[in-house]
Nanobody
Framework: QVQLVEAGGGLVQGGGSLRLSCVVS????????IGWFRQAPGKEREFVGG????????LVEDSVKGRFAISRDNAKNTVYLHLNSLKPEDTAVYYC????????????????WGQGTQVTVSS
């Protein structure tokens, strides 16, 4: 059974930074492209970015481009989401997901999800 565990969330002031991690176990990490999503209260889950299996391709949504970045360490079975210049509107639960069967930005295309990590940005 594939398991994903996110960590690194917390409370940060506006303009601050966090690094979220997503550790994948129970499967062959090299086989999985990993996506990051976030969900704010009362809103739908939205795609933030993703990284391909060999880390040769990563992408982030336009709304966070220039502030967020994704990296992957295959030796540690870990994908990172680097959050910089955080804004209060970035407050959400952040999730990583694996085993993508379709477009990056569609949550239902992913077979496995982590439990999420809360990011709260104060103004």
């Amino acid at each position: 059974q594939v398991q994903l565990v996110e960590a690194g969330g917390g409370l940060v002031q506006g303009g601050g930074s966090l690094r979220l991690s997503c550790v994948v176990s129970g499967g062959n990490f090299y086989n999985y492209a990993i996506g990051w999503f976030r969900q704010a209260p009362g809103k739908e889950r939205e795609f933030v970015g993703g990284v391909a299996r060999r880390a040769d391709t990563s992408l982030v949504e336009d709304s966070v481009k220039g502030r967020f970045a994704i990296s992957r360490d295959n030796a540690k079975n870990t994908v990172y989401l680097h959050l910089n210049s955080l804004k209060p509107e970035d407050t959400a639960v952040y999730y990583c997901a694996a085993e993508r069967a379709g477009p990056w930005y569609i949550p239902r295309q992913y077979a496995y999800w982590g439990q999420g990590t809360q990011v709260t940005v104060s103004s």
